[in-house]
């Protein structure tokens, strides 16, 4: 009797066990789904609300008519606007500047903080400190660098005899969208240094020794050696640096606010005085579908030409 006692009673106990077994697979979604469902709340609906606006007329101004399908309008207007094709070149300007800026100073600030050099981590760091000021700090710092009346910016040009008078950096529109890439430079240079540094020091060291003895240059070694090594780092350091500045939006708008009149309107301003100034939520929307739209084109293209091209060894 206390044998089938004992039986009885390890029976439901076996079977709540099997009830709460989770595979390796269940458990790892289990742990995602308060992150995924955060995503699919605060990126994704938006996302998609975004899309649905695009094909709808909807003013903050007249909340009365409610939000009304338009189809294609707003993209028609866009696309035969001479004013939005005019912010798609400023903001194309504006990245290739500011990424090929950045890489540049980036690339070559990596290769000498990889060498054997005295006090290496102490400039690694200060080198960072760009990366860390908060944005908004930064913009205004560049605010006052640039400033046509106690500008050190001005000082410094004008001691060499590089200018013959003090110019208004940013307050002058042939010359406000060169100061605000400049000033993008100088704040996202590090996060490019870090990052092929890293990748710098993931080559063998023996293949670079091998490479010196068979008589490479450093040039050649750079060409041969080093690139091939770093292409996909490259190639994702690039497309991540492309995406973020188009984005950008605190830089310029602390500095110039899109001006003076709309010469450093980029994507991302031209957005916010639609939707916010304007109140026109659904030409805002519209705007953003078609940056959507580009971008994605894009980044298939871009890791399709980068990371399909053979570097010869």
Do not use: C
């Amino acid at each position: 009797m206390s044998s089938t006692k004992s039986i009885s009673m390890e029976r439901p106990t076996t079977a709540a066990r099997r009830r709460l077994t989770l595979t390796n697979t269940q458990f790892s979604i289990m742990l995602l789904l308060p992150a995924l469902l955060t995503l699919a709340f605060t990126v994704l609906y938006p996302l998609l609300r975004g899309i649905y606006l695009s094909f709808h007329s909807y003013s903050l101004v007249d909340l009365a008519s409610g939000i009304q399908w338009v189809g294609l309008d707003n993209f028609k207007t866009l696309l035969s606007s001479s004013a939005y094709r005019s912010v798609w070149g400023t903001t194309l300007i504006f990245v290739a500047g500011s990424v090929g800026g950045q890489f540049v100073v980036g690339f070559l600030t990596a290769l000498v903080l990889n060498q054997d050099l005295a006090q290496r981590n102490l400039f690694r760091g200060l080198l960072l400190m760009p990366w860390i000021v908060p944005t908004v700090v930064a913009a205004l710092l560049w605010k006052w660098i640039f400033n046509q009346q106690y500008g050190i910016f001005n000082y410094v040009l004008h001691s060499l005899g590089l200018i013959s008078s003090f110019k208004a950096w940013i307050g002058d529109p042939s010359l406000a969208l060169f100061s605000v890439t400049l000033a993008n430079i100088w704040k996202g240079f590090p996060f490019h240094m870090i990052v092929l540094l890293a990748a710098l020091q993931t080559i063998p060291p023996d293949i670079v020794e091998a490479a010196i003895i068979d008589g490479a240059t450093a040039l050649q070694r750079f060409r041969y050696v080093v690139l091939p090594y770093l292409r996909y780092i490259i190639m994702i350091d690039l497309l991540i640096s492309i995406i973020w500045t188009f984005q950008s939006f605190t830089t310029i708008w602390t500095m110039t606010e899109g001006g003076p009149v709309t010469a450093t309107t980029t994507l991302a301003i031209s957005i916010y005085r639609t939707a916010f100034q304007a109140f026109d939520i659904g030409m805002g929307a519209a705007i953003g579908t078609i940056w959507l739209v580009a971008m994605l084109i894009f980044s298939v293209v871009f890791v399709r030409l980068f990371g399909g091209t053979r570097v010869e060894v």
